[in-house]
């Protein structure tokens, strides 16, 4: 059974720092992107960063600049890294993992969910 751990997250004050980080374990097969998403109250989950296996990285504008993904691939293991955090930063940010099952199909993974905070 795929399993998707979060671990971080938390109350921080605006121009704080904060570090996620995410495991995935379980599957047999190889992880083809890992990435965060978040979801704030009464808004639609969004992109925050993305990292392929040959570490790629993708930024939603909102942030970058500020947050830094990287990856442990022998771990299976994704990690965000948030500076300079804002106020509008507050959400509960998901972990995605996406497996490679065969070549051209996927499949995706979600994590619970972490509570970041951010006061003003």
């Known amino acids: 059974q795929v399993q998707v751990v979060e671990s971080g997250g938390g109350l921080v004050q605006a121009g704080g720092s904060l570090g996620l980080s995410c495991a995935a374990s379980?599957?047999?097969?190889?992880?083809?992107?890992m990435g965060w998403y978040r979801q704030a109250l009464g808004k639609q989950r969004e992109l925050v960063a993305t990292?392929?296996?040959?570490?790629?990285?993708n930024y939603a504008d909102s942030v970058r600049g500020r947050f830094t993904i990287s990856m442990d691939n022998a771990k299976n293991t994704v990690y965000l890294q948030m500076n300079s955090l804002k106020p509008e930063d507050t959400a509960v940010y998901y972990c995605?993992?996406?497996?490679?099952?065969?070549?051209?199909?996927?499949?995706?993974?979600w994590g619970q969910g972490t509570q970041v905070t951010v006061s003003s």
């Open positions: 995605n993992a996406n497996f490679r099952v065969t070549w051209g199909t996927f499949r995706d993974y």
């Open positions: 379980g599957s047999p097969f190889s992880i083809n992107t």
């Open positions: 990292i392929t296996s040959g570490k790629s990285t």
